[in-house]
C-alpha cells in the first residue's frame, strides 16, 4: 500500500506538469503531514520545497504546532516557515475568515519565494464533505462539482498562484494507514470534533456510513459527472455570451443584448457585483423577468436594467457609496508604485510620483461626460493630492493605473483573497 501510495502521488505530481519549486501548506494533521512525506520524495527528482504552515493564533497551542511542523519538515530535510494570521479576528464566521486568511498568506508566500505550485493536503473525505454541504444547501451542478485538482489564488492585487490538490483522490483512511506504517507523528485538530461547525457533523454522517469506502467513491464519481457537465455549460454559457454581442467594459460593467438563461444571468450578476458567490437560478431568473418589462433590478451587489436597447449589469452605486448608514466601499491608499484590489473588482496601481487615494468616484464621474461608460459612479478613481488624476477608460494614465477584474470573475480564473 506505502509504495502503490507513493507512486501514485508521484504520477498525479507528473500529470500536473511536475512543477519543481513547491510550498506545501502543512498545519500538522493527518492529511497534510502524510503529504509533507510523500512530497519530500520528489526531492529525488529535482523538487524544491518549502514547507509553510499558517498559525492562525485562534488556540494558545497554535504557536506550539507551527514549531512541530518545522521540526518535522527539518527531519526530512525540507525548508519550513511560519505565516501569521495578524490582527482582530471576526466573531462570527470564523472558519470562513481563517479559511481566506490562509489562502491569502500562502499566496502571498507562494510569490515571495517565486513557486511554481502550492501544494495543499485535500482529500478524497474532504471532497466528499464539501458535497453533502453543498446538497444541504440545494446546490446545482456548479456546487456538486466540488473541488477541483488545480486551481487559481491570488493575494489580492498579486499575481495569481497555481494550487494543486494532489491526494483528492486518496481517503483519509489510507493517509493515516502511510503515516502509521511510517510511525510518523501528527496533530489533531480538536476544532475537528467541534460540532458546531457544519463539516464536522458532515463527518460524522460520513463515519457512520455502513459502506464508507463505497460512499466516498460515489460521491467522487459525482463530482467528476457534475465537472464535466460544469465545463459543458461553461463553453455554452461564454457561447451565449459571444452571441449576445457581450462586452466587458473598463468601468466594471457588462453589457449584451437580451438573454434568456437564467444560469449566465446569476454568472453576469456575480461577475458585475462584488460578491464571492453567484445568485441562484431563481433569483437570476426572477431578475431577468422584472428587466425585460422595462423595470430596473438589483441582485448580489449588482443593477440590471437597460440603457439604450442593451442590457447593463453593473455594480450598485448604493452598495460601493454606502447607504442608510452603512458604509461604502473604504478607500486606499497607494505609495508611488502600489498597487491595491478595490472591491473584488479593480486592481490599481499608482502610477504617479506622489502618493494617491484611491476612492469611488461616484458623483463626479457626471463631470466627466462619457455616455461610453455607464458605471464610472461605482468605479474607482486616483486622486493625487485631491484631485482626481486617473480612472478607467480616460485613455491617460487610466489605462494602465486601474484594470477591470469583470472579465477574470465572470470566467473564474482565480480566486482573490
Known amino acids: 500500500m506505502t509504495t502503490s501510495l507513493e507512486t501514485r502521488f508521484a504520477a498525479a505530481w507528473r500529470a500536473a506538469g511536475a512543477p519543481r519549486r513547491l510550498l506545501l501548506a502543512i498545519s500538522g494533521g493527518g492529511d497534510s503531514m502524510a503529504l509533507m512525506r510523500l512530497a519530500a520524495l520528489l526531492t529525488r527528482e529535482g523538487a524544491d520545497i518549502l514547507v509553510a504552515t499558517v498559525d492562525h493564533g485562534l488556540r494558545p497551542s497554535s504557536a506550539a504546532e507551527a514549531g512541530f511542523v518545522s521540526h518535522e519538515a527539518a527531519a526530512r530535510g525540507l525548508a519550513s516557515a511560519v505565516l501569521r494570521w495578524e490582527g482582530e479576528k471576526p466573531a462570527s464566521g470564523l472558519q470562513s475568515a481563517a479559511r481566506n486568511a490562509r489562502y491569502r498568506l500562502l499566496a502571498a508566500e507562494a510569490a515571495r519565494i517565486g513557486a511554481d505550485a502550492i501544494l495543499t493536503a485535500h482529500t478524497a473525505d474532504d ?11 440545494r446546490t446545482g451542478v456548479r456546487g456538486l462539482a466540488g473541488m477541483a485538482v488545480e486551481s487559481q489564488i491570488a493575494d489580492g492585487a498579486g499575481a495569481p498562484q497555481r494550487l494543486l490538490r494532489l491526494l483528492l483522490g486518496e481517503s483519509r483512511a489510507a493517509l493515516r494507514q502511510y503515516l502509521a506504517a511510517a510511525g510518523a507523528r501528527f496533530i489533531d485538530d480538536p476544532s475537528n470534533d467541534d460540532p458546531r461547525f457544519e463539516r464536522v457533523r458532515v463527518r460524522r454522517t460520513i463515519d457512520a456510513a455502513s459502506d464508507r469506502e463505497a460512499l466516498l467513491k460515489s460521491l467522487s464519481e459525482l463530482s467528476a459527472c457534475a465537472r464535466d457537465l460544469r465545463s459543458v455549460s461553461d463553453r455554452m454559457e461564454v457561447l451565449q455570451f459571444h452571441r449576445a454581442g457581450g462586452e466587458f467594459l473598463a468601468d466594471g460593467s457588462v453589457r449584451l443584448s437580451s438573454i434568456a438563461d437564467p444560469v449566465l444571468a446569476a454568472r453576469l450578476f456575480q461577475a458585475a457585483g462584488a460578491g464571492e458567490h453567484a445568485p441562484s437560478e431563481e433569483a437570476a431568473a426572477a431578475a431577468l423577468a422584472t428587466a425585460r418589462s422595462g423595470k430596473r433590478t438589483t441582485l448580489a451587489g449588482a443593477v440590471l436594467d437597460w ?7 453593473r455594480r450598485e452605486p448604493a452598495a460601493v457609496l454606502g447607504r442608510g448608514g452603512a458604509p461604502g466601499v473604504a478607500s486606499i491608499n497607494l505609495l508611488p508604485g502600489g498597487c491595491g484590489l478595490w472591491d473584488q473588482r479593480f486592481i490599481v496601481r499608482n502610477v504617479f510620483e506622489g502618493p494617491v487615494q484611491v476612492r469611488a468616484l461616484g458623483a463626479e464621474a457626471a463631470a466627466l461626460g462619457d455616455d461610453r461608460l455607464p458605471a464610472l459612479d461605482a468605479a474607482p478613481g486616483l486622486f493625487l493630492a485631491g484631485r482626481l488624476s486617473a480612472f478607467p477608460g480616460d485613455a491617460g494614465a487610466g489605462d494602465t493605473a486601474v484594470h477591470s477584474l469583470v472579465a ?7 480566486n482573490r483573497f
Request: charged share 30%.
Open 307 to 313: 440603457v439604450g436597447n442593451r442590457l447593463l449589469f
Open 127 to 137: 471532497q466528499a464533505e464539501t458535497l453533502l454541504m453543498r446538497m444541504s444547501h
Open 408 to 414: 477574470e470573475r465572470f470566467n473564474r480564473r482565480v
